[in-house]
């Protein structure tokens, strides 16, 4: 069975789409845990009201202090009843058929130890058209990958990810003092670097629409500085895990971050555990990155 855990924040608004969803599974027998971290508008009024209602699936309420959603995922994943955790976004809902889909393929690695999950893709609607964001090599029916090597098979993109229960219970979000925001590929990319597979298969399960309320929508330098431990430990993870040159471009990065952190380059050197040398290279590849980027973002702008 599934346990689907859905952290969220000031989404009254929206959760009615994905609990309509899950009542039109396909399949049921599973269990909804709902995180609401810190919410000031009227969540808990209408999930309890869920709760109540005659519905063929439970649903877990649990309330905490606002302390982001790597907390909440931390907090809901005690309370997982059950073998696999999807964590589904508060303003992401599923296809009719997800459920099923999802106990489909856990059958096919439950008695895997390698595997810690199955991924669907997730889609989004172009006019009327659903089209899989991201990309996926066609011709195969699943590929069987860790998240760090993802680029290298074709697997870019936001996907649909299901763990074993008791592998997010082994490895917790990191949690930081004062910050409420960590990158959820800390736990992903230490996962991946312990061995473990992900099978991912091609089908859209997930149906998102990325808000201007969301985590992705976030200014990205505002949020590296504000969460700034966590950012260290995503960009030192990257550097050493990464492939040539995703790992160099994590070196500058952090680089042009850690300055204005007033950092000299002997502290962001023993931050990433890097040599000199590989920083000066991250720096340069990350400099000739970023002014081709900058030209052809100039060129593309220009009347002719």
Not at 295 to 302: E, L, P, Q
Request: aromatic content about 14%.
């Amino acid at each position: 069975m599934l346990s689907i855990l859905t952290p969220t924040y000031n989404r009254a608004y929206i959760l009615p789409q994905l609990f309509e969803s899950l009542k039109r599974q396909s399949k049921k027998g599973f269990e909804w845990i709902v995180v609401d971290d810190g919410s000031t508008d009227n969540t808990e009024e209408i999930v309890r009201k869920w709760k109540d209602s005659e519905i063929e699936f439970n649903i877990n309420y649990i309330k905490q202090d606002n302390g982001g959603k790597h907390r909440a995922i931390n907090k809901g994943i005690n309370f997982a009843q059950y073998d696999f955790t999807y964590i589904l976004d508060s303003d992401d809902y599923l296809t009719n058929n997800a459920v099923e889909l999802i106990y489909k393929w856990i059958k096919e690695i439950d008695n895997a130890e390698r595997y810690v999950g199955v991924s669907g893709c997730k889609g989004k609607y172009d006019g009327n058209q659903l089209i899989r964001i991201g990309d996926f090599p066609d011709e195969n029916k699943y590929v069987d990958s860790n998240n760090i090597d993802r680029i290298k098979n074709k697997l870019q993109g936001d996907k649909a990810e299901i763990y074993r229960t008791e592998i997010l219970k082994k490895y917790p979000f990191p949690e930081f003092e004062g910050e409420k925001f960590l990158w959820e590929a800390v736990v992903w990319n230490k996962i991946a670097s312990d061995g473990f597979l992900i099978r991912w298969f091609p089908e859209i399960i997930c149906i998102c629409d990325y808000l201007h309320d969301g985590l992705t929508n976030t200014d990205s330098e505002y949020r590296k500085l504000s969460n700034f431990n966590g950012y260290t430990l995503l960009e030192k993870m990257n550097c050493n895990t990464l492939p040539f040159p995703y790992n160099f471009f994590s070196a500058g990065r952090y680089y042009k971050i850690a300055k204005q952190k007033k950092f000299k380059s002997q502290k962001i050197l023993e931050a990433l555990d890097i040599e000199k040398s590989f920083l000066c290279l991250g720096i340069f590849m990350n400099f000739v990155k970023e002014f081709v980027k900058t030209r052809m973002t100039s060129k593309g702008g220009s009347k002719t």
